[in-house]
């Protein structure tokens, strides 16, 4: 899947917790991504982060580098 659409649904899914705080939108966003994004989605949107992350909504920034923190995958 390409970084643009991988950056677009973590933006759509930051929106949907645009009115909660910064906590709670943050550990309801790596919520979501943690239950739904394939290995695969991880692992490239992780290597997107690491690059520079442009375009990636801040609180979505933050749950992906808490998500990566938490669980690292093994990259092989």
């Known amino acids: 899947m390409s970084p643009e659409k991988l ?3 973590a933006n759509q899914i930051a929106k949907f917790f645009v009115h909660k705080n910064d906590d709670e939108a943050i550990a309801g966003i ?3 991504i943690k239950s739904f994004w394939e290995k695969r989605m991880l692992t ?3 290597a997107y982060l690491d690059a520079d992350g442009t375009g990636l909504d801040d609180r979505a920034k933050k749950a ?3 998500l990566r ?3 690292p995958l093994s990259v092989t």
């Open 69 to 71: 923190d938490a669980s």
């Open 7 to 9: 950056v677009y649904m």
């Open 30 to 32: 790596a919520e979501h």
């Open 44 to 46: 490239e949107i992780y």
């Open 64 to 66: 992906l580098q808490r």
